[in-house]
C-alpha cells in the first residue's frame, strides 16, 4: 500500500493525520525510506518506515460507505463493560487502538453508557475522550464536514443508544423479564479486513 504527499490517513494510535513528506534516511538500521506524518490535533510528527506501513496499521480515511456502520455501531443497545478494572482498561485500549472506527465506535458507546449508567474512573475519562477524538476526527474527514457538527452527530447517535438501552431495561423490569442481554464480548472480534469494518 503506498501513500502520496497531501493524502489523510489513520495511524491506530495516533488518529488522523497528513503525510507531509517521504524522507530517505537510516533512522534505523534497515530502513531508509519513511512517511513523515503529522497529526495537527496533537501537535506530533512521526516517521513510519515505509515498509512496515502496513503492518503499523496506518491505512486511509474510512469510505462513505463506511460512515453507515459507523453510525449503527454508535446507535446500537450499549453494552455493560466489565467492572473488574483491569479487564476493562485492556479491554477497552484494544477496541481504541485496533484501527477500525466501528471498534472505536463501540468502546465510545459503551463507556458513555458506563458514565451514564454507573462511573468512569479517571482513566477511564481518559479513554473516553482519546476515542470520541480519534472517531470525530475520521467522520469529519469522511463526511468532509466540519469537527463540531461531527461532534454534534456522533452525541446524538450516542444518546439515542442510551435512551434505548435505559427503555430496554425499564421494559424488563416491569414485565419481570430478564434484563436486556447485553454482557461485553471478550476478548473483543476484530475483522479480517478493513472492508468487513465498514460494512
Known amino acids: ?26 533512522l534505523v538500521k534497515g530502513f531508509q525510506r519513511y512517511y513523515v506524518i503529522e497529526f495537527i490535533h496533537n501537535r506530533l510528527t512521526v516517521h513510519v518506515p515505509a ?9 486511509p480515511v474510512m469510505p462513505a460507505a463506511g460512515i453507515n456502520g459507523v453510525f449503527r455501531t454508535l446507535e446500537s443497545l450499549p453494552l455493560d463493560l466489565p467492572d473488574e478494572f483491569r479487564l476493562r482498561r485492556n479491554s477497552i485500549e484494544k477496541q481504541i487502538h485496533s484501527g477500525y472506527p466501528n471498534q ?8 458513555a453508557w458506563r458514565s451514564s449508567s ?4 479517571e482513566a477511564d475519562k481518559e479513554a473516553l475522550l482519546e476515542a470520541r477524538a480519534l472517531l470525530i476526527t475520521e467522520l469529519a474527514l469522511a463526511l468532509k464536514q466540519s469537527w463540531e457538527l461531527t461532534e454534534l452527530s456522533v452525541d446524538d447517535a450516542i444518546a439515542r443508544a442510551i435512551r434505548d438501552r435505559e427503555e430496554a431495561d425499564a421494559r424488563a423490569l416491569e414485565e419481570e423479564m430478564e434484563p436486556v442481554s447485553t454482557d461485553w464480548p ?9 472492508s468487513e469494518a465498514a460494512d
Open 118 to 121: 454507573k462511573y468512569l474512573t
Open 51 to 59: 515498509p512496515r506501513i502496513e503492518q503499523i496499521g496506518v491505512r
Open 104 to 111: 472505536v465506535a463501540a468502546a465510545v458507546r459503551d463507556l
Open 1 to 26: 500500500m503506498g501513500f502520496d504527499i497531501g493524502q489523510n490517513v489513520i495511524h491506530p494510535s495516533h488518529g488522523a493525520g497528513t503525510i507531509v513528506a517521504f524522507q530517505e534516511k537510516e
Open 186 to 194: 471478550f476478548p473483543v472480534p476484530m475483522p479480517a479486513k478493513m
